[in-house]
């Protein structure tokens, strides 16, 4: 499991819920991580309503096509005020990978570990090269729930197209 917080390269295809107090929402999900920004595609069905939100240090913009650019130096804040619910965007980058976040204790539990007040559950792995990653998952605190189905992992992929 290690080795994972040396992957330089990776991205995902898969399926997102999104469930708060007051409003709920499921979307399509492509994320491209790569050392120097997370690239993160939300969709409808057949790509109605794409929202790519890039976060590149501390900057966070969020692209809904055309001219509706918007970009933050706050990127939790900003998110939250976007999506109207809290989601860990930098922690989260860690935990769809199956990973604590290095820089905050965690503790594990029978199916992943809490850390810093959300809990990660992996609820299915699925074979990707020599290991095995996420297949289904959840990440949720006592206001907002995140269950994650990743259908296609790519791991250390240096895009050629």
Known sequence: MLHL????HWSFEGRL???GQNDSWSANISWEHSPEAEKIK????FGQGAVVISLAGNVVTIDRGGDDVQTSTR???FINQQLGMFVPVRSLRYWVVGLPEPSHSYKD??????QAGWLSEYKQMQP???GAMPHKMMVMNRLVKLKLIIDHWVLNDTKTN
């Not at 917080?5 to 330089?8: F, G, I, P, V």
């Not at 939300?42 to 069905?45: A, D, I, V």
Request: no cysteine.
């Open 42 to 45: 939300l969709s409808g069905p």
């Open 109 to 114: 539990t029978d199916a992943g570990f809490n």
């Open 75 to 77: 990127p939790e804040e």
């Open 17 to 19: 819920a999104l469930t």
């Open 5 to 8: 917080y040396e992957l330089e």
């Open 128 to 130: 990707v090269d020599d």
